[in-house]
């Protein structure tokens, strides 16, 4: 009997057993009629050749473990960055349950949002019972300000209009006529979560720009000298905003971040539970529309949202997730020339001691081999941050990211002798960057958690980089923007680098010569 | 103690009042306080959500690819729609199982159609054959395809049926089913287990070749239905099963395989762990195949030697002699769990709100433990469910079914509980109120919870739950004084 009170066996152990192992093998040479070991081992050793990965990226319909999500996530990312903001998804309930957990898994917080609870009835008659029912259940029972709306794939498929739906639902006193609902269509079979968050985003800052839907009088703008910020999804958002927000502080500038999830998804264990906390207010929405101008940090995260500012007449620049030193000092400039403000001192201060850092470092990372997924402009931003470092992005690959986007890539790979031999893949899965790993090694892999799976595979050690990260604890907390950030990413790229080296010295009275002290 | 049943009948009544009118209505019924000698739990179940509430529940599509199929290894299971239902429900589970994933086992992997506009406007039927004929080419050693529809498929008139069996002759008879579990079918994620199961019993059991995959039988096989292996449980229980002399011959469906889905009707009896996910395909082979089957409890010691004993009873005297045997000998094990951390937990309140079987099942381990549970409710339960769980409350329980976000908060906060067992979406809700939580679907990351070894870490899982220092520092001290 392997279980044992004083010293409790968790699974890990547990099943290692001798018991427990008779009995797997007693199960799988009796009952499972697995495929024999001979072909069980070709089968392994030939996924890993050049013939199986032509084969692999051959593939025309099937997809295998993606690195994305659909439209609504997003939209609920969007939604909740705003004040007492319900996000509500009209159509199938299953939805709403998967985005909570899956933002709760990652953020390690609670996720507020409701559904409409659409059935079968409602695919044949559609869904403007369950709105007028569902706002008025929502607005009594969780007071917030605000409902943001969007929709699953089930409501778009049966072309229920969001719109025309939700007067109807004022009319019949489902809600009072004043209270604000934007809304945004968000059909999962449409781009990606990064396309939801933008529609979504989109979708309230019309809203209030454009008069409440028809139902208020657009806003005049009267430009004045603040600027606005949007990050865009973000799975760092927690420690990313405040950093933004201090940086544009230190420099004494009028800002106004539009959506900022960072406090309700990093509320205090305090006694009280907090259904909404922080967040863009609505006032703080409408008078950004004056703002003289507005910067995104992520370009493809927000199309259609900087469209939509570029004609309210607003100067509009859109990063691509920027990085490290020259990220942050583009970023930074931009600042200083759309305000005239000065970069001040302790910034410059930050960045000589990234600087500083990077030159401690450097020789560790100098042509190291990494691999990259994940959303196109984070692909973009860690690009030219391992391109900066000496490092050598071999692989850069993107779910959600297209052909365009991949010519960006290879741009900022031309551009440096150590894009060399480096390549972008738009719209490849992790199933496509297993081939790569197998076929073109790679020392380091940068992803998000599902990348572990490749780690084990392939043996090509992880950094956790991206959305979600289910398996490690509060690394949103932190920035990795700024320079404060990059320091951050730094530590991180170099914290896997001597665990990988020591790991490999290790051996006592074999390797352990170089198992050094000093590094 | 509980709140007496007039305390829980206030409380109901001061929760339903921040409803608007009609949906008080609605809401009253699935909540009440289970009153001794009744036959259920007074509440009304298995009844659509009202929308815009924050319900907890899931869909068909949950029920059927995270639930019945997923875990089935050595199948790939198709998300055949847009991206995010396999995206949020991949390898979430914790559906344990050995195998080279990838190459002859598919569990934590995601298959996924990721529809287009394209694929909604013409139909995705040639991509789902296309999608077949790739998975031939890459993972040659899958031994059967499973088709999970999400919501546009059943809506855009597609039929998943015609490639199934298509697909299926050109592959020389392979098994592929399609299972019709659309996330807007049905109320919760319960009428996705009863497709699923009628998929097994139609694509699986009714295409069965004699032939293939033989075993000499014993009149001591067994089949484990109703457990999905979270964390391992279906190890930690099937151990037991072949210590008292009977031969496992298929999990349901945890670590299972297809040849074990395929010769469960050679079992002599179906022991049934979660009865509302596959009593349907239990009932069905009692009926077609004449294998009885038979629910049990490997929660806690006092339901697992209850179990032992009772599924001893359908064999043998030698049989029901190793029960006892098997019994006696984790006795140890049991008494020094329950002597460590009984005094720690004994009087501690508990409530529960979780899916399946649990919101019943856990009640015995906890009473083991000392731990008294005060109010319990089921995700996506039947009204037969609420009949089962009357065995196991006490008068004077809170039910609530199908609880709501603002619900489940007021409860809490007005019972007071040590404890509070549900899922990833109530957990951090509660421990910012300061209230110990367990996740109940996944141990937390934890587990087994099964058998005698999975007591020991439950045991343990409870303890520092409750008695971790966290929750003495959740208030400043410069509060506590004021």
Redesign the interface.
Known sequence: ?????EK????EN??REP??KA??D???S??????PAE??AK??EY?KTWE?RE??FA????????A???Q??GAVFAAVGFEKTLP?VH?????V??????F??HF?????????????D??VFGGLN??I??????????KPEMIAVST???AE??GDDLDAFIKTSKQKGSIPAEFDVPFAHT????G?HITGYDNALQGIIKYFWDGKAGQGTALTRIPNESINFIGGFDGFVCGNLPEIRRMLDLMGVEHTILCDPSDVWN????????MYDGGTTKAQVEAAINAKATISFQGYSTEKTMKLIKEHGHDTTSFHHPMGVTGTDAFLMKVSELTGKPIPKELELERGRLVDAIADSQAHLHGKKFALYGDPDLMLGMTAFLLELGAEPVHVLSTNGDKEWAEKVQVLLDASPFGKNCKAYPKADL?HM?SLLFTEKVDFLIGNT?GK?LER?CGTPLIRLGFPIFDRHHHHRFPIWGYQGALRVLTMLLDEYFEALDANTIGIGTTDYSYDIIR | MSLTVEENKALIEEVLK???E??AKKRAKHLGTFEDGKPDCGVKSNI???????????????GSKGVVWGPIK?MIHISH?????G????A?RRN?Y???????TFG??????????K??VFGGDK??E??ID??E??F??NKGITVQS???I???GDDIEAVSKKKAKEYEGKTIVPVRCE?????S?SLGHHIANDAVRDWVFDKVDPNK?V?ESSPYDVAIIGDYNI??DA??S??LL?EMGLR????WSG?G?I??LE?TPKAKLNVLHCYRSMNYISRHMEEKYGTPWVEYNFFGPTMIEKSLREIASHFDDTIKANAEVVIA??RK?ID??IA?YKPRLQGKKVMLFVGGLRPRHVIGAYEDLGMEVVGTGYEFGHNDDYQRTTHYVKDGTLIYDDV???EF?KFVEKVQPDLVGS????????????VPFRQMHSWDY???YHG??GF??FA?DMDMAINSP?WSL???PWKKAA
């Open positions: 009997m392997p279980q044992n009170v409790v066996l968790d699974h547990l099943f018991e427990y009995m797997f007693n199960k799988r009796q009952f499972e009629f697995r495929v072909e069980l089968q392994i996924a199986y084969k692999n593939r025309e319909a099937l997809t295998v473990n993606p994305k999500a659909c609504p996530l509500f159509g199938s309930q299953g939805c349950a998967y985005y909570r957990s899956h709760s898994r390690k917080e609670p996720t507020s949002c409701v559904s409409s609870s659409m059935t079968e409602a695919a369950n709105m029912d569902g706002l008025a259940n929502t607005y009594n029972l969780y699953t794939c089930m498929v049966i059909p999962a079979f449409v990606s509320t205090p264990t305090d006694g009280e539970f907090r199933w297993r599902y799976y595979d | 921040a409803y608007p009609k949906t659509k959500s009202l929308p815009g509430v924050m319900t907890i529940r899931g869909c068909a599509y949950a050595d729609g847009p991206v995010g239902c995206q949020y429900s991949w979430s344990y050995i195998g080279e994933t990838g190459i002859d934590t992997m995601q298959f996924t159609s990721d529809f287009q506009e694929d909604i991509k789902l296309k999608i790739e998975i080419v890459l040659p050693l999400e919501c546009p059943g809506l855009i996330g807007f079918r049905g109320v994620q995959n075993f964390g391992g190890w930690s099937r151990i072949e496992v011959i298929a999990q670590d395989t040849a074990e010769n000998k984790y094990l020094e769990t460590k709501t976000g603002y908060e899922g990833i979406k109530e957990k951090y809700v509660f421990q910012k109120m300061g934890s587990g087994p005698y070894d020991a870490i343990r966290v959740t208030k400043a």
